[in-house]
């Protein structure tokens, strides 16, 4: 997994773009991520990929006994710690190539945004069930297969044609083509990882989840008033939420 | 749902289509389904949009013990008891908008390339869940979303931009808008229902089904050695295959 956040160019982009009040994440990703959680009292979470902590705090004012936070970004877990600590909250500076290091169990394993870093899905689903408790949940969210299937080197997209009304038409060849993706994303790049959607709900079932739901989010009217400028979050679905049991 | 293979042009072209040998049907669709059935040895197998019946007389051979094949087309129902008869099989004429009608209990559903004709998929699933015995599967083919989510009422394709290379490139911006496509495949008008990922399988999970594996299909180059003009069926995913048990 590709340590971006700590790079200075891109973190110091992505640290401007999370400040405004107004972005993808607050807007669209959120609130969803935010309506697959079941009530989380004195439950136990592990939340993968926790960036500024906004996910961990949310979970310690639902009523959460415990949460740990990990994130391969020195920056995020600094910022995290800066902004979002709690005497029930522990932040670690650990990729989640690392996760069989961690030696308790949890009732939820979250993560947003995040897993499309990740090379080896089934290795890492395989870690999730060992940290997960019976019953346990895996809730994620990532970017959609119709956003990984593509490569954008450089600004220009080289897999989307432009129409003269600004409509975008999307190459489809390479979604069935899983892995490696060269993208630029403030800077050039960015290595995310592209898993079609079956690899992706197989990949969990063959691991003993059971898949209990699925969105696959876009941007609506009403984003689109606030912020217009996410009408590219509109030309295809952007995020893809799964929410999993452990069987 | 419309009664298309009862349209004497369309069925013309499609028992012509059908007839050679070498078909998207016979080189791509089958073997994926195939390779999804367990061991029908004893079993009561319905098939939903039978069509000429050779998935029932597969049934057969592989040693079901009863097998009931529908279909809303009389042309279909007359060629599967002409080429596909035997003792252990039952056609009739009926809309899958009817299955309440039947009254018994099925250890397998099957379904080939025909729920994205059927408006109504939540009915369609509850119904066939009421058809099942506990533990029944329902294994289904469809078209993929990504190929449903495209409106084409002419040859001319609206949705699709073709590069000087041959390339298509497509607009994304209705796969999340659910609903009637009005389409050209042999002759004008035929309609079809798109529905996303995610509502397929909320809807199956809502209904008491666990998803077990899905599989998107592509034409690969083994099959397109066979059959160049299948070129079609490798710039998207082209069908989909869910196998799902009931809890």
Not at 77 to 90: G, L, R, V
Not at 127 to 155: C, M, R, W
Not at 165 to 170: F, I, L, N, P
Request: with cysteine; proline share 3%.
């Amino acid at each position: 997994m590709q340590n971006i956040y700590d790079n200075k160019k891109f973190f110091e982009e992505y640290k401007s773009m999370r400040e405004k009040n107004v972005n993808a994440n607050n807007l669209i990703e959120n609130p969803i991520f935010k309506s697959l959680l079941p009530n989380l009292k004195d439950k136990k979470v592990l939340d993968l990929g926790c960036g500024y902590g906004n996910l961990c705090k949310f979970c310690e004012e639902d009523g959460a006994r415990k949460i740990v936070g990990i994130d391969i970004s020195k920056n995020m877990i600094e910022m995290a710690k800066k902004t979002n600590s709690s005497s029930k909250i522990f932040y670690f500076n650990k990729p989640m190539e690392k996760l069989d290091e961690i030696k308790e169990k949890f009732d939820f394993v979250l993560s947003s945004l995040a897993f499309h870093y990740v090379e080896n899905f089934s290795k890492l689903i395989n870690n999730i069930k060992n940290l997960l408790s019976p019953d346990g949940y895996l809730i994620f969210s990532q970017e959609h297969p119709l956003v990984t299937a593509f490569t954008s080197p450089a600004k220009k997209n080289i897999d989307c044609k432009i129409d003269i009304e600004g409509k975008r038409y999307y190459l489809l060849s390479d979604y069935n083509n899983i892995g490696k993706r060269n993208i630029h994303w403030y800077i050039n790049g960015v290595i995310k990882y592209h898993r079609n959607f079956s690899t992706i709900i197989n990949t969990l079932i063959e691991n003993g989840f059971t898949i209990e739901k699925i969105i696959e989010s876009y941007a609506d009217e009403d984003i689109l008033k606030i912020e217009p400028k996410y009408k590219y979050q509109n030309d295809r679905p952007y995020f893809l939420f799964i929410k999993a049991k452990l069987k």
